[in-house]
């Protein structure tokens, strides 16, 4: 086939399952029913290290999580989720949230969407938990 056919066709194509996907609602980001599907999320992700403590962003997109050993997140990637303990991490106030820089090569840079309440006190709390 030539390329001046196929080319468009995969355009179009491609587009065709973005659109499809959208009008479907699967491009929303994954949210939180409750403290108990955060926590859930962690243990997916940690199942040996169980939360201590579960704190929901007002959105129900990220939560901040305390365990035993040290304070973690967990965000949204689309419509799953992943988790990190912030061991390390540098954690820096932005305009619409926090941005935190891990030393993980798998995510090295998480930002999170928060209101200045939360934006304010959620620093605090995860370093006040590594420095436990």
């Known amino acids: 086939m030539p390329l001046q056919i196929l080319l468009p066709m995969v355009v179009i194509g491609i587009a065709g399952v973005v659109i499809l996907l959208h009008m ?15 926590r859930r999320a962690w243990l997916r992700e940690y199942p040996g290290t ?4 579960v704190i ?5 997109h990220a939560a901040l999580i305390e365990t035993a050993h040290g304070a973690g997140v967990v ?9 990190r303990f912030l061991n390390g991490a540098d954690i ?14 798998a995510a090295p840079r998480i930002r ?6 939360e934006a ?13």
């Open 24 to 38: 479907l609602g699967r491009s929303e980001l994954a949210r939180f029913e409750d403290e108990d599907a955060a």
């Open 50 to 53: 169980p939360p201590t403590r």
């Open 56 to 60: 929901l962003s007002h959105d129900r």
């Open 75 to 83: 965000w949204p990637m689309g419509m799953d989720t992943t988790a």
């Open 92 to 105: 820096r106030r932005t305009g619409d949230g926090l941005r935190i820089d891990l030393p993980d090569f």
């Open 112 to 117: 999170l969407r928060l209101e200045d309440d």
């Open 120 to 132: 304010e006190l959620w620093p605090t709390l995860m370093e006040r938990k590594e420095n436990a």
